[in-house]
C-alpha cells in the first residue's frame, strides 16, 4: 500500500492555480519532511518544494519561486502546493514524497545549508498530472 497519496491535478489554462495535496492516512503528516517534485515528459524529475518536519523551514526551485507556495494542513492532515500563475513549462506529473522518519533533517535549514538538498527520498506517492495549455 502506498502510503502517499497526491490529489488535485488537471488541466488548467495559462495563468491559473492548482492545489495539490499530498495525504497520508496511517501517519501524522505534521511530524514529517514533504518533498514536491515534478517529472515531465522526456524530462528528468526535478523537486519543487519542500517543508522540513523539523523546523518547518521551506523550500522552492527558482523555478517556481513566488508562484508555489507549500503548506501544512494539520485539520486534514495534508501537505498542499498551492501553484498559482501556471505556465506550459510547469505540465508534468508531480510527486509528492518522504522518507517518514519524524523530525528528520529532511530540508530543514541547517541540513541543506551543510549538505544540499537531498532527493533520494523513501516514499513516494503515484502522482497526479497536471496539465497547463491554452
Known amino acids: 500500500q502506498v502510503p502517499l497519496v497526491e490529489s488535485g491535478g488537471g488541466s488548467v489554462q495559462p495563468g491559473g492555480s492548482l492545489r495539490l495535496s499530498c495525504a497520508a492516512s496511517?501517519?501524522?503528516?505534521?511530524?514529517?519532511?514533504i518533498g514536491w517534485f515534478r517529472q515531465a515528459p522526456g524530462k528528468e524529475r526535478e523537486q519543487v518544494s519542500c517543508?522540513?518536519?523539523?523546523?518547518?523551514?521551506?523550500w522552492y526551485a527558482a523555478s517556481v519561486k513566488g508562484r508555489f507556495t507549500i503548506s501544512r494542513d494539520n485539520v486534514n492532515n495534508t501537505v498542499n502546493l498551492q501553484m498559482n500563475s501556471l505556465k506550459p513549462e510547469d505540465t508534468a506529473t508531480y510527486f509528492c514524497?518522504?522518507?517518514?522518519?519524524?523530525?528528520?533533517?529532511?530540508?530543514?535549514?541547517?541540513?541543506?545549508?551543510?549538505?544540499?538538498?537531498?532527493?533520494?527520498?523513501?516514499?513516494w506517492g503515484q502522482g497526479t498530472v497536471v496539465t497547463v495549455s491554452s
Open positions: 496511517e501517519f501524522n503528516l505534521d511530524l514529517y519532511g
Open positions: 517543508i522540513s518536519g523539523k523546523d518547518d523551514n521551506t
Open positions: 514524497a518522504s522518507d517518514l522518519i519524524p523530525v528528520d533533517s529532511y530540508c530543514s535549514r541547517y541540513a541543506i545549508q551543510r549538505s544540499g538538498l537531498r532527493t533520494d527520498l523513501r516514499y
